[in-house]
């Protein structure tokens, strides 16, 4: 039973155009999300997250929206750079005293951006 | 300062041995989460702890893995009897408090059980 789904195993993207990355989530409890990246050999690091009391947040090249009424968030990367190629991750959470800490991931999706 | 360390980076072993992962998180850091990535799969929560509470075991799939925490600093996750589902890297991440703060992750220890 998975909570958080990323339906796209990869993503391939010219350089300089735009990457959108798309995950779906079943649970009305989570409210707060997240996208992580994660290079080969290295642990996940924080990219971006979003509250459930907004529908975007912005930083820099990275923007994630979020469709509350869909259950839909997605990431857009603009411009994509070469660098940019990597395994993304998005997760959530729930509120509440209980487990709020844990966070759902889903199971990636692989972002290759051609120079 | 230093990140999330994790060791052993890899570790091969045979069906039925135990093993033992180790998680050393940023320093300060109260709360310290495992969790494991099964090839093609997303991270499964294993286990968190925070400060001096009793830990959240509710992610361990059997009681042959276990977990602790010594002086609210290091963590060791123990496997005992290892099975080759039990395949997976498994990360190590820490965060300073509140389910908002960012959970910083180690690079990972793969494991490999033949």
């Known amino acids: 039973d998975q909570q958080v789904k990323q339906n796209s195993p990869s993503l391939s993207v010219q350089e300089g155009r735009i990457s959108i990355l798309n995950c779906d989530y079943t649970?009305?409890?989570?409210?707060?999300f997240l996208w992580y990246k994660k290079y080969p050999a290295e642990g996940p690091t924080f990219l971006i997250s979003i509250s459930s009391i907004k529908d975007k947040n912005e930083d820099g090249r990275f923007t994630v929206f979020l469709n509350k009424s869909a259950k839909h968030l997605s990431l857009h990367i603009v411009p994509s750079q070469p660098g940019d190629s990597a395994v993304y991750f998005c997760?959530?959470?729930?509120?509440?005293?209980?487990?709020?800490?844990?966070?759902?991931f889903g199971s990636g999706t692989r972002l290759l951006v051609r120079p | 300062g230093a990140g999330v360390s994790q060791s052993p980076s890899n570790k091969v072993t045979e069906k039925g041995k135990d093993v033992e992962l180790r998680c050393d998180p940023i320093s300060g850091h109260t709360a310290l989460y495992w969790y494991r990535q099964s090839l093609g799969q997303g991270l499964e929560f294993l286990i968190y702890f925070q400060g001096n509470s009793a830990p959240d075991k509710s992610g361990l799939p059997s009681d042959r893995f276990s977990a602790e925490r010594t002086g609210g600093s290091v963590s060791t996750l123990t496997i005992q009897r290892t099975q080759q589902e039990d395949s997976a890297v498994y990360l190590c991440?820490?965060?300073?408090?509140?389910?908002?703060?960012?959970?910083?992750f180690g690079p990972g220890t793969r494991l490999t059980v033949l």
């Open positions: 649970n009305s409890m989570f409210d707060y």
């Open positions: 997760a959530a959470s729930a509120g509440g005293v209980d487990s709020s800490y844990k966070l759902i």
């Open positions: 991440a820490s965060s300073s408090m509140g389910r908002t703060d960012t959970q910083y």
